[in-house]
């Protein structure tokens, strides 16, 4: 099993036919101060199970400020069952509304560890401050 891919967003759902939608990707946000938290960010993973990973797995993830501090973690399982008949892989979407805890500016790293073994790494760039009137705001602010 492997993860095809991980994104922060503003919500995400699975609709009835299975589809999965996202709104609101972003990878930098904006604080007025630090420290803060970011409420309610919307942590994306799917991953992409072979006939092979059916059964029990360990999904973890690790928030980690810029320092190297890890600031939070969490694991939970998950059970991948058979895929259908004729097919050669399984998507795995994992949704998970998470509050983002902000000590600092800088690049934070969401680590996502499957059965113990790191597997992708998501970078938020967290910039602290009150905008200048009239500055242009250079890439995503959330």
Known sequence: MHVSFALFADAANISQEGKL??????????????????????????????????????????????????????????????????ATELDVPVIAAIDLPIQEGGAHLLRISLDGDPCAELVLHVRVGTPSLGAPIRGMVS
Not at 22 to 43: E, I, N, S
């Open 21 to 86: 939608n996202v709104l609101g990707v972003f990878d930098a946000l904006h604080v007025a101060q630090v420290p803060a938290v970011h409420p309610r960010a919307t942590l994306v993973v799917r991953l992409k199970a072979l006939p092979e990973d059916v059964g029990r797995h360990v999904l973890a993830f690790a928030w980690v400020s810029p320092g190297g501090d890890e600031l939070w973690s969490s694991s939970g399982e998950l059970e991948v069952g058979q895929p259908p008949q004729g």
